[in-house]
C-alpha cells in the first residue's frame, strides 16, 4: 500500500519559513521523480517545486529563489523549506510521486500565512 503523508504545515507570518516533509511507503522511492503541488481555494492545483530521481529539480516562477525541494532517499522523505513567504503562499500542499503510469498524491497539509 503507497502512503505518502506530508506534516509541517501551519500558519505563519509574511516573510517567515516553514519546512514541509513527506514520508512515503510502498514504492521505490528513489526512481519517483517528487514533487510538491498547492491548491487555493477556487484555484487549480498547481505545481509548485519537482525533484527528478537523478535530483535535478523544478521550480515555479513565483516560488523560485525563495522554496528549494530536496529528498533523501535513504529516509524516503521529501522536504519543501519555503522561506520570504507571502500571503499569496497559502494554500493546501500536496505531496507526489511521479512516476511512467503512476502518479501518488497525499492528503495535503495547510499552509495559511497572515498576518
Known amino acids: 500500500q503507497v502512503q505518502l503523508v506530508e506534516s509541517g504545515g501551519g500558519s505563519v507570518q509574511p516573510g517567515g519559513s516553514l519546512r514541509l516533509s513527506c514520508a512515503a511507503s510502498?514504492?521505490?522511492?528513489?526512481?519517483?521523480?517528487m514533487a510538491w503541488y498547492r491548491q487555493a481555494p477556487g484555484n487549480q492545483r498547481d505545481l509548485v517545486a519537482s525533484?527528478?530521481?537523478?535530483?535535478?529539480?523544478t521550480y515555479a516562477d513565483s516560488v523560485r529563489g525563495r522554496f528549494t525541494i530536496s529528498r533523501d532517499n535513504a529516509k524516503n522523505t521529501v522536504d519543501l523549506e519555503m522561506n520570504s513567504l507571502r500571503s499569496e503562499d497559502t494554500a493546501v500542499y500536496y505531496c507526489?510521486?511521479?512516476?511512467?503510469?503512476?502518479?501518488?498524491w497525499g492528503q495535503g497539509t495547510q499552509v495559511t500565512v497572515s498576518s
Open positions: 507526489s510521486a511521479q512516476r511512467i503510469r503512476s502518479n501518488y
Open positions: 525533484i527528478s530521481s537523478g535530483e535535478r529539480t
Open positions: 510502498g514504492i521505490s522511492f528513489s526512481t519517483y521523480t
